[in-house]
């Protein structure tokens, strides 16, 4: 469905000019400051910083006064609506999630996909098309571990890419492997990135530190995943520890809100449920300041559908939203070569998917002022922005 109802933003006031700090700038307004969302923006970069579990280490300090660390950042100061205007056509923007071209309920055509999928298997179809098209050469993508904790992939297959649709709900350092990757031969790279994983690599696409490395210009495409928060490894670790007994786990879900639960299912087929009581404080503070549900700064953004049949159906559909015309042409290229499935849309469901991110911002910007104790105060974002100042 070609998305109509758009709220076109027009006459942004110019923000001030970000401040660009090196290392020691970046260990104190973001690591320090427990902002740290682990996207690996920061890392492979130098050798300086290193990504372990599910947090970056510093390894040896680094007296660079403006570095690209710093700069590439997503929860360093960071002008969102210069990035909306500059990647994204104005029309296109909506107040509450983004860029807005098209919106679609997909899922992948075989069913082989979609069994091996956390959902409709949108994304994995999606990865996989445009390495077998070459319109990538590369694709850095998750693949879940037996415990739990998302294991990096780079794949130039495109039958690999189908097999890598499983969620974890840990953070991972994607952009570190994007940075390893882009400093190879290899001319073109799709990634697929939470939020602040496709937030840090629409900052590199400004090329705010000026130097000689051009490696974000081999990004081609960025599939970006909805995101409500991530969870913490050692503490849920310790919560699943309590009760799987050391099983490998062959996957997680997170149904729709009214069920309260976190579902946790082991190679052996069993299904264990946990209380989102239980499971909050697992969630990594960091993500309490994160105001993108959607993954706003991507290509296309998919997440798992809300039918009217309810979730065992709607978990084997996606809701997708197409930001570019690099997506809207992947999506076209999808339904010409018959790989995915499109249903029709029931009514209402694009306005509750904006309506659930603008909530996210709002929780977003009462925390942002919180931790800083001050009103006008939004820590990484900017003031200037009409939509936080409203908020």
């Not at 309810?310 to 996606?318: C, F, L, P, R």
Request: aromatic share 6%.
């Amino acid at each position: 469905m070609r998305h109509k109802d758009k709220i076109i933003n027009r006459g942004y006031p110019m923000a001030e000019k970000a401040t660009i700090k090196g290392q020691a700038g970046l260990k104190s307004d973001v690591i320090n400051s427990h902002l740290c969302t682990d996207c690996g923006a920061c890392v492979n970069l130098c050798p300086y910083q290193a990504s372990y579990k599910d947090r970056v280490a510093v390894l040896f300090d680094c007296d660079i006064a403006e570095g690209r660390c710093y700069a590439f950042c997503p929860r360093t100061k960071v002008d969102l609506a210069s990035l909306r205007t500059d990647l994204y056509d104005e029309t296109d923007l909506t107040t509450e999630a983004g860029a807005i071209r098209a919106f679609f309920i997909t899922r992948a055509t075989d069913g082989k996909v979609r069994e091996r999928a956390q959902h409709g298997g949108t994304v994995s179809t999606l990865m996989s098309l445009a390495l077998k098209e070459g319109l990538i050469e590369a694709a850095v993508m998750n693949r879940a571990n037996g415990n739990g904790l998302p294991g990096l992939v780079t794949t130039l297959d495109s039958h690999q890419a189908m097999s890598l649709g499983k969620s974890s709900f840990y953070t991972s350092p994607t952009v570190s492997q994007f940075n390893r990757i882009a400093a190879t031969d290899v001319k073109s790279i799709g990634v697929v990135a939470l939020p602040c994983q496709a937030l840090a690599l629409a900052k590199m696409k400004q090329k705010p530190v000026s130097n000689k490395d051009n490696s974000i210009d081999k990004l081609r495409l960025v599939i970006g995943l909805f995101c409500g928060w991530a969870f913490s490894f050692d503490e849920l670790d310790r919560l699943l520890s309590s009760r799987v007994n050391g099983g490998r786990i062959a996957g997680m879900d997170i149904p729709p809100s009214k069920f309260h639960t976190l579902e946790v299912y082991t190679a052996g087929g069993e299904k264990i449920e946990f209380s989102l009581d239980e499971v909050n404080r697992c969630v990594r503070g960091n993500c309490h300041y994160c105001f993108d549900m959607t993954a706003e700064f991507s290509d296309i953004s998919v997440g798992s559908a809300r039918l009217p049949e309810g979730w065992e159906t709607a978990k084997k559909w996606n809701q997708v939203i197409v930001r570019t015309v690099a997506g809207e042409k992947l999506m076209e290229l999808a339904r010409q070569k018959g790989v995915l499935e499109f249903r029709d849309i029931p009514e209402g469901n694009l306005e509750r998917l904006k309506a659930a991110s603008m909530g996210k911002k709002k929780t977003a910007v009462k925390n942002l002022r919180l931790l800083s104790g001050e009103k006008d105060n939004l820590l990484y974002l900017s003031g200037n922005d009409p939509l936080f100042s409203l908020l």
